[in-house]
């Protein structure tokens, strides 16, 4: 059996960054455990493609710049490939490979009919206007003609990206082939053929799989003290879900820092200083911390919403949370999964808490192919059954092998491609 220190040697070495060799120690963490032999591991160790191109585009004071651009596709045995698309200064392919790794492993584990992929733009997107976001989008997409499509890899938002982001998708795609093409994008405007209720999917899946963990250590959730790092699309609506569901949210984050009132905060009027000033910054009604000191502070669950790498060796003794949640993809390092296994503090890790926004991308894609339109409550109802089934089968798992939740999720999902790969063989 190929050991992590070879696979990295022998595939990691384009994509080697700390994010991809957390996803292949992970991987290897989950081997043992998993029901593969040597080849299955070393197809499923690398990426089955990536692609890498220099978006130009003409700025607003009539310049040209030109920014690195990426889409990894990891597997895809099971179908066509699906993942989010990122504008963050810190993409690279490595992040991506990394990313798409998860997605796999995230879909086969709710028995979606995909792979994973993951793309990015490296950029400033808050330094960028809309009308050079759209540029930056549109040229984007024509570079990747030919690797996208409804039936071989189909992009969502992630950070920084979002309806409108995919509606341009949409459109340059559907332009170039001629015709309307919703299934070509997930996380779309409901007025192109996105799905109800896409736009709170994650968060609310976050808040299904707390809620789903508290009746399984036995916590009422309406009882519980909640922190959420970022509040965006993920943190923003699991903070408003626990409130709805009588939890209190202390504290919430976003790039410019934290605030923090003990007696619980007033979401409403967060989010209408937001609305107006665009960050957390100067909101007057609570006390302001660092996103340092956020993860920190003490509390009953700690939902992660922001980004990767939260909590590492050096933090992660103090961390006085009973419960973490990630809403992100990898917030949580090699070491401090180490340290908080330890210290008995259970994750709720990100293959299984944030796939919410999968699952009904994928609901959105059935009801495009279908031309179907399913109601708000229809979906709700069959993200939560999803996401129940696929908590049951990590929660037994993990109890029956004496394994962390992270690790049960992992070879839950790896088995199932692993059957698939094995039934399929190698072409030719
Ligand atoms: P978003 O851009 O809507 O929100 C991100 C939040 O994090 C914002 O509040 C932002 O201010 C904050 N943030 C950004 N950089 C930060 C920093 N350096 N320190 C502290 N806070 C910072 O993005 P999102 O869609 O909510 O995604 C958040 C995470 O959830 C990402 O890891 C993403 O991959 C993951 N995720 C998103 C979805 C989805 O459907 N949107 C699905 C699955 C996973």
């Known amino acids: 059996m190929a050991s992590i220190e ?37 197809r499923l160790g690398s990426p089955e493609r990536a692609v890498m191109v220099a978006v130009p585009i003409r700025r607003d004071a009539g310049l040209v710049d030109v920014f690195p651009a990426y889409r990894v596709q990891h597997s895809s045995v099971l179908g066509p490939t699906k993942g989010g698309i990122r504008y963050d200064p810190h993409v690279t392919l490595g992040e991506c490979a990394a990313l798409a790794v998860w997605m796999t ?11 994973g992929a993951k793309g990015g733009i490296r950029c400033n997107p808050r330094e960028l206007s809309l009308a050079e976001l759209q540029r930056l989008t549109r040229r984007y997409t024509s570079e990747l003609r030919g690797v996208i499509g409804p039936q071989e890899d189909i992009p969502a938002p992630d950070m920084a990206t979002n ?5 341009w998708i949409m459109d340059t795609y559907s332009m170039q082939v001629g015709y309307a093409v919703p299934e070509i994008v997930t996380g779309k405007p409901v007025a192109l053929g996105g799905s109800l209720f896409r736009s709170e999917a994650t968060g609310a899946g976050v808040v299904m799989v707390v809620e789903r963990a508290c009746e399984r250590l036995g916590w009422r959730l309406d009882e519980q003290r909640c922190v959420v790092q970022g509040f965006g699309n993920v943190g923003g609506v699991a903070a408003q879900e626990l409130v709805e569901k009588g939890a209190s949210v202390l504290a919430v984050s976003d790039i410019s820092g934290a605030v923090y009132s003990e007696r619980g905060l007033d979401l409403a009027s967060v ?24 993860l920190e502070v003490p509390c009953d669950i700690l939902v992660l919403a922001a980004l990767e790498g939260q909590l590492t060796g050096e933090n992660a003794p103090r961390i006085s949370a009973r419960l973490i949640a990630e809403g992100a993809n990898g917030p949580t390092t090699i070491e401090a999964d180490a340290i908080l296994g330890e210290r008995g503090i259970p994750i709720l890790p990100d293959v299984l808490t ?21 109601t708000r409550n229809e979906i709700r109802a069959r993200l939560a059954d999803k996401l129940n089934d696929a908590f049951d089968r990590v929660w037994h798992l993990a109890a029956k092998k004496e394994i962390s939740l992270r690790q049960a999720a992992l070879i839950a999902g790896i088995n199932e491609v692993a059957a698939a790969l094995k039934a399929r063989g190698i072409y030719p």
């Open 6 to 42: 070879e696979l990295s040697a022998e595939q990691a070495l384009e994509w080697d960054t700390p994010l991809f060799r957390q996803a292949l120690t992970q991987f290897e963490q989950a081997i043992p455990y998993a029901d593969v032999n040597e080849s299955i591991v070393a």
């Open 105 to 115: 492993w995230k879909c086969a584990l709710l028995r979606l009919p995909y792979g």
């Open 163 to 167: 309806e409108q982001t995919m509606a």
């Open 271 to 294: 989010r209408e200083w937001i609305a107006d000033h665009g960050t957390l910054e100067g909101y007057p009604e609570a006390e302001h911390v660092t996103n340092a000191e956020l």
């Open 354 to 374: 944030n796939a919410g926004g999968v699952t009904v991308s994928y609901f959105e894609w059935v009801q495009d192919l279908g031309r179907l339109f399913w």
